[in-house]
């Protein structure tokens, strides 16, 4: 790499992590302000475990996001296998369409049919109602983990199995399974990370009382963010790294041997 | 196989879950609080005022699109050819902001951005003119570019990365230089990448109401604010559901237009 | 008459990562010639071309094209034209785009952009082709497209890196005798990368035989089949018998546990040499008659003749391609005139 190069993907770089980096140091930042920095302190570190306001929306963003990707995985890893096995093809080509429908739908609009469908048939809008909507949006990214994954698979494998002696239910079990599970991994992580960082779905479908994180923060913007947001996202962004070092490690791990 | 039931269940969720809550949405976009057919909201979101809303939303969904083009490109190849020990690491390097709250990563650049912030402050010790953007377009650009910028980088390089080296070492045999290939060939082919990358940029953007409400300030009105507006202050569900129809039509007749050049990859930009 | 020098390659090096791929490779390149470059694959073969073509860089040694040094020349300036392994067409082109491609760049005339595609169609038999799209042609067709796109630019040298190896054997055998064609029509050298050993004997003028980044042996192609300079060599060209042995004194050698008179000389007196003995330069004789014997194993027929294996008491076993037939587990005797013995210089690997 050159020079001209290096600079480019530095200032990118830069760019990128410059809020990241305002971010963490606010959350050491020892003023309420986001505007001047008054020395270190931990007391938002601190205070974050006592203020129940944001611990309620630690715990409904990761609820639902556990639920929400387990369950999506759940429909959309068999939905994936339905289309796959037991369409036709001009069937398949509508269900696809439709399954893309909310990838490609802006989550706006998303947001607004579903709280509109829960209104609709008297759904009560809270846990349940965040809940099923995002679900909802999650399982078209679980389809599409999975179905390539299918498509890859050679299917003299499944029928290998069968000859030697297998039913069908244990050759799904111990060939096709096995050989499709990173697709339904992807998925799941994918499903999971859409989950939390979700803002817009959730803010029309929940109701009062119940706030992830992101509405948390939306609502707090105009007036100012409480810095114990700050130290918040920090850990968390710190778990998320230390997460993805120890794996990046294992992987490397994995290839060398 | 046979069993045709297994499909059954997941035809009732689409119907439930995609199907239905979008025809409840036209279904609102053509009546009255009442109930009855009405065109009313229809040609209320036709009005110049409104349709002024939709054209500023495209203008600046569509300027951040190209910025993005413009800036995620050159960053897509550099990518490319780095070595492969480090290349994996900095791809990773584009994501891993991602997994930051966007509300956060968003509100921090009014810290940046701020008459009194953190740029400002650099450019005054550097005796530079200061920058006040806060709450206006640009700032609204900029978030957009920030927030969306890997949308485009990440399937740009994915396109540039399976394409066939041999094909530039081609046209480079053949005697075209650097320059001619990259137009002719690698340009080319890497348009699929690049339909993907708008798509993930513009569709987003256009229909924002976060970023322009934490950077845009009020009178800043995108469609997507329009919207929200409707159903969570104004309480009018039907011209709400008649603007999105509107967006709607328009998303798809672009979708329309790019799609014959998406024909190909099923999705695999994602995974 | 010796034509002159094209290309000279002057103690070429090249490696990828600490690992040596070309080690100080000397080679000339006469006009006109169609020369192979034959080796196993990782032998360095390819890296040769691509340095020649310009896609990479040599990091000792030069390379001279008519005397002049073009070591550090872009790909673009070079007059040599490459046809790639897998064609490399450019997929959002048709045929007639893909082979103007050369000519458009060096802006050419319309007219005469069409008139010089159409020749180059007819010469590879594909007139009528030019409003085609790639992905609706055969792998054949493909190649086609491939040469005539490159030889379109009218290079003085081609180069050709496996481009056969995706066809199957009877195309190949078409487009083996169709390329010798053009290559003599044009009066252009080529130069072919291979590891298909006969591909290389039934086209080539002269063959250059690699292993591990260095030059084995450098003949025509019946040089090489007959006078292998090494056991390498020996048995990478044709089947080989390659026997450990040692020479006892000039023209008396000593293998698989008898001596046999041989026509060379030179060596030091118990010098450990390595024999090869083509497998139809043994004769199958009565057990009485024969130098030695050994117990045939296995027995296949080829057409024109039986492949034998035989094994001897002490171990040493023989591939033999013989017009007469003996049963497996029946005794034969064997005999190796002295012109068939091989004698080479231990090659360390």
Known sequence: MNLIKKLYAGSIYLFLYAPIVVLIVFSFNDSKSRGSWDGFTLRWYAELFHNSEILNALYYTISIAVLASLLATIIGTVAALAIYYHMKPFQKNIVMNLTYLPVLNPDIVTGISLMLLFIFVKFELGFFSLLLAHIVFNVPYVVLAVLPKLKQFNHSLYEAALDLGATPRVAFRKIVFPEIMPGIITGLLFAFTLSIDDFVISFFTTGSGVNNLSILIYSMARRGIHPTINALSTLLFGAVLLLLLIVNKRITKTEMN | MGKKWLTYPYHIWMALFTVIPLALIVFF?????????????????????YLGVFWHSIYLAGLSTILCFLIGYPMAMILVGTKLKYRSMLVLMIVIPMWMNFLLRTYAWMTLLERKGLINIILTSLHLPVVNILYTDYAVVLGMVYNF????????????MKMDKNLIEAAEDLGASRWQAFIKITFPLSLPGVYAGILMVFMPAVTTFVISRLLGGGQYTLIGNLIEEQFLAVGDWNFGSALSVFMLVLILLSLGFMSRYEKENEGGMFF | MEKKVLI?????????????IL?????????????????????GKTTMLRILAGFEQAEQGSVFFADTDISLWPPYKRKINTVFQKYALFPHMNVFENIAFGLKIQKVHQKEITNRVMDMLALVNLSGFEHRSIDSLSGGQQQRIAIARALINEPEVLLLDEPLGALDLKLRREMQSELK????RLGITFIYVTHDQEEALTMSDTIVVMNNGTIQQIGRPEDIYNEPKNAFVADFIGDSNILPGRMIADYRSFFAGHEFPCVDSGFSINEMVDIVVRPEDIQVVSTAQGMFTAVVQTVTFKGV????????DDGYSWLIHSTKMAMPQTEIGLCIGPDEIHVMKQVQS
């Open chain 3, 305 to 312: 003749y039986y492949e034998m294996a035989a094994t001897m």
């Open chain 3, 181 to 184: 064609k053009i290559q003599m």
């Open chain 3, 8 to 20: 000279k390659m002057d103690h070429i090096s090249k490696s990828f990562e600490n690992n040596k």
């Open chain 3, 23 to 43: 080690n100080d490779i000397t080679l000339h390149v006469r006009k006109n010639e169609f020369l192979t470059l034959l080796g196993p694959s990782g032998c």
């Open chain 2, 29 to 49: 976009a053509f009546t009255s609080p009442t109930g009855e057919f009405t065109l009313t909201a229809m040609q209320r979101v036709v009005d110049p005022i």
């Open chain 2, 149 to 160: 910028l890997p949308f485009m980088i990440l399937p740009i390089y994915s396109v540039l």
